[in-house]
């Protein structure tokens, strides 16, 4: 499976997040603790914010580890809001419109898991898809799918009700199809302004995802720690240090929101549309 990041808070370099924690996001693409799959080789991409209406991204299907050119940029890119995939694939060839993150507007989503037996509904899946957003649609992945069906689900206006009603009808369409438990994920979301995350599946028993309960969990990211803000939080499949008290994992079913510098959680339940 994949690991991801997402980071709000105090400006920082892509590269402090990226590569110089001690179990950084590039440290899991090779040796990944919490994962089924010890390697996340099969491409990778960074999706950030700053003074644009929309955000940037940069994807590409080397590994993470391998990459001289995502080395390069996350040294020179600067920004307060952005979230960084490492890809082991389950469904889709490795090809970067497979990469995440996915975007669309001002949205970004990434997304750790599958859709089991996704072969037999994808169909189905792909033709509930708005007609207005079908065309937007560039991989073959499960992931990006989801994306497009919580946008057409309402997302856009309601981050929480957009992805239940997107969850529910995959384990609609998924039961329709004899699949008993077809929804696997946690996901990392932006609109630009605050981050969302999910960790839910339907067997209740979810990928790995946790917060940083406080700055401290963050201050080894930057030469400048006396400069981060309390209001600073990462989002990790993984933690990023060996601090235990530092994360604090995401509970089964809940939906994640970090806006004004806060955390909140909510239960989440899949809505049948």
Known sequence: MCRWIAYSGTPIYLHEALFEPEHSLIVQSLRAKSSETTTNGD????GWYNDREFPGVFKDVRPAWNDGNLLALSQQIKASLFLAHIRAATVGSVQRSNCHPFRHENWLFVHNGAIEGYERIRRDLMFAVAPELFNAVEGTTDSEIMFYLALTFGMASDVASGIARMAGFVEMIGEEHGIEQPLQMSLGISDGENLYAVRYSSARESRSLFHSTDVEALQDLTPEADRVSPKTYAIVSEP?????????????SSFVTIA????????FEPRRP
């Open 43 to 46: 491409g990778f991409g960074i």
């Open 240 to 252: 990023l240090t060996s601090l235990a008290d530092a994360w604090q994992e995401v509970p089964e």
């Open 260 to 267: 004004n510098g806060k955390v909140h959680h909510e239960y």
